[in-house]
């Protein structure tokens, strides 16, 4: 019996299944940190995350790091840790008495590290050596940089990179002026450059005090150059970078574009909204002026959105109006690849941009001329809906725990956590401890987001070749 002759290629389709696996998997072996980074680089973002945060405890932990020496107890060094690599500025202590130079150095480095993103910081370094950049390297940073694409990574981390040292050190040198008005020439460079990183980062962390920012309540100079680079880490590094290069509104990405219409209508809704409600209604702007009503209005609000934290009042009393305008701009937050947390503007701008087509008539979400796709509309909706459940929760465990605290108050202090904003009315020294390890969880969940904790425990599944018979429910 002859053999029939093989065709052009017949030799690579009928080899036997395993000899082609072996063929196709010639490869060098990849270990297990690699083939992570590539199939699940997102949980290898958020477990740099987790252990920057238990590293920094650890050395809270350190005498050296606490005013007095001896160990810091564990509950105030990972709350102190968590609260400043999520940029939140939450604390359980007053940063400027109960920390050393060491531990403040600490803190400061933490919220740095936080806010760039320590995976970032490692592949910078990486960069500055020479390393050359393999596919696991390049998914990570990708995924760090909250990037939708793999195709020059290396100079959009170059850039961020760069542009956030250049920011913070500029911060500091402006700040060196006003700080020279509280602090002696040759001791104001730390605060300047403390603060200067502070701000940048929306971390709200001082060392000036126990109130904040309300000694420094009519310097208008050292508030003005805080809410600018506040509005800068908030708004985002894309929109930073696309801004200079673009010029024009009406050549902007329409990311950009939701960016800056959403964010400026915040700020301004919110000034207007917290201006009424205090002029009329609260005695927190008593001892201003006509034009510092006004100017402390507009700082407070701004520090809210951008979740940056910094208060020139005092947040115990405000009205119950003001305090809901805070928790919207709190849990609102800032902008997504920014340093700020909450569910991000441009989730919300995707929502009302829904709701707007909606009810104009549209079967698509549009916005600017451009149709927002399906699956981001779907995106928005689940951050927005387990964002809430997080809220919710961690406000019931707080309540059973602490049933003497306002509700409102609980409220408040939970939103905060979240949205990385670190205002307070000053409740959160009164939680129970359990209260207070629910607000660290918060706190981590509100920097990593509700959407990636439920991405990376969520298993993907294949689409389906069918799809079951549609059917209407009542609503309204």
Known sequence: MTEEPRKIGDRFIHLPLPHAIGILDRRPRRGYFSRLAITNPLLVS??????????????LMLPIARTGGGITPPLIAFFTSVSAVSTTGLTLV??????T????????????????????AVMFIMWLRGVRFTLHDRFLTREAMASGQLGGLLRLLRNVVLLDISITIIGALLNILPFQHYYTQGTALWPALFHSVSS????????VGSTSFVPFRNDTILLSIATIEAVLGAIGFSVLLEVPKVHKFNRFSLDTKLVLVT????YLLGTIGMFIA??????SLTDFSFGGKI????????????????????????????????????????????????????????????VWSTLRGRKNTESFGREISHGQVLRATIVVVASLIVVVIAVILIMASSPTIPFERVLFEVTSAFGTVGLSTEALANFSPLGQVVIIFVMFIGRVTPLSVVMIFARRKPYPLYRFPREGILMG
Do not use: R
């Not at 480095?109 to 970032?120: E, N, S």
């Open 101 to 120: 130079p060491f531990g403040q150095a600490v803190i400061c480095g933490l919220i740095f590290l936080g806010g760039l993103g320590l995976v970032t």
């Open 200 to 207: 940048f980062n929306t971390a709200g962390f001082d060392i």
């Open 94 to 99: 007053t940063t400027a008495t109960y920390w």
């Open 46 to 59: 958020v477990l740099g995350i987790v252990l920057l945060m238990i590293g920094g405890g650890f050395l």
């Open 263 to 266: 964010t400026i209508t915040l």
């Open 278 to 283: 205090e002029y009329f209604h609260g005695a």
């Open 295 to 354: 100017f402390t209005t507009f700082f407070n609000a701004l520090s809210a959105s951008t979740t940056t934290g910094y208060a020139t009042i005092n947040f115990g009393q405000i009205t119950i109006q003001t305090l809901i305008i805070i928790v919207v701009l709190m849990f609102v937050g800032a902008s997504t690849g920014s340093t700020g947390g909450g569910i991000k503007v441009n989730t919300f701008a995707i929502m009302m941009a829904t």
